[in-house]
């Protein structure tokens, strides 16, 4: 018989607030696997912190998504953010199920190339494409989503040059209801510069002017404020229409719809009030169909959201250093896991989940990083057990963004693994060493020597 751990008495404050569907008493279930793969051992095989990406997550978030756009609307197509996570594995399986590559800089676009995308189905966009981006883009007959004038000028003489006619789309900012607005980047609907930047491509005659493209924000919590850019984007296709007779193929929606993660300072959880996939899908698909498109005219639908795909499928294991208490008496754990490999903890509350079985006593705890900053603080606050010195957390829906923003500070960025459909997990990014940190750097001859 094995004995039992020691725990401590703990003295906790009972709170008559508003019940759960389990009574008052919070509920916790550990978190012993991912995708039937024991965490204990995938920390022994891998270490820790480990990230860890489930594929059946991935493809499984990415067919509802198609499917609630898909079942509203005749003509779909979703393109990969690689910004939200360039992993090639990631972005391949996302390939598989269908997805082009949607890039914002010569470094994706490339990443997309040698992934094997066919270069008809790379969209481009971003404020900084050089020119040897755009003549890479104009070879390859990419989709090239202008953004500034200076961009747009560019792209007509290169058109002389290389004696082609490039494949453009404007990006188009707007007022949707949601401020501050997002009008750094593109040509601005309600004052006109969209209307110009159009004009200037379509008498130039050196562009084909394929599709309008637009970005209204970032985790967006509003499914209205779509309905409201896709009608806008809608007016400005049939102008062309009207004005040209040239047809817009397509309308690019691009992405920000919010994963289920809960934003800092939320009362809820997200998962309970963030919109839906249905939710997007209805605002934007009922706003073009119930515009003046000729059934026969509908433009193809581009969606580009990366985050709401990707998140729930990000997993992040740590280990816990040690428990202290602060000068107020607050319980204190300290992990493996950094703000500088987790830089999503800036603006989420994450779900973080002990990973063995515990006792019920718990206490409200904050949760450090090992980082020597004040400001590496995983949750300011979470109700959790008391976690010992080698046991394991893991960190839920980290998918978007943390394996593209990461740093290389203080420690050393760790292993990724994916776990695929049938259980077997798959070494998909070694952790950084000494070497591969060096492998960069140059000393000059007369720093090498020293005596101290």
Known sequence: MQKQRYE???IKKLETNMPNKFGTKTEYTPKTHIDGVAVKELVKEYGSPLFVISEKTIRKTYREAKKAFSTRYPKVQFGWSYKTNYLSAVCNVFHQEGSWAEVVSGFEYQKALLNGVDG???IFNGPDKTVDDLEMAIENDSLIHIDHLDELYTIIELAGKMNKKPKVAIRVNMDTGIYPMW????FNYENGQAWDALNKIVRSEKLELVGLHTHIGTFMLSANAYSVAAYKMADLALGIQKKYNHEIKYIDMGGGFSSKNTLKGAYLP?????PTFDDFAEAITSA????DFKPDQLPLLILETGRALIDDAGFLIGSVISNKRLAD?????????????????FWYDHKISP???????????????????NI?????????????????VVVHSVGAYNMTQWMQFITLRPNIVMIDEKGKHHLIREKESMESINHFEKVPEHLKKFEL
């Open 376 to 392: 590496d603080v995983i949750r300011e606050n979470a109700n959790l057990p008391l976690l010992n010195k080698g046991e394991q």
């Open 270 to 274: 997200g998962s309970d009030t963030n």
């Open 120 to 122: 008809k189905k790379i």
């Open 329 to 345: 008496g607050k319980r204190t754990t300290i992990l493996d896991i950094g703000v500088n490999l987790l830089f999503t903890s």
């Open 183 to 186: 009008d750094r980047f593109g």
């Open 288 to 291: 073009l169909i119930n515009s």
């Open 355 to 373: 990973a063995q079985p515990f006792t019920q006593y718990t206490e409200d705890t904050v949760l450090y990083g090992p980082l020597c900053m």
């Open 8 to 10: 401590r008495p703990v």
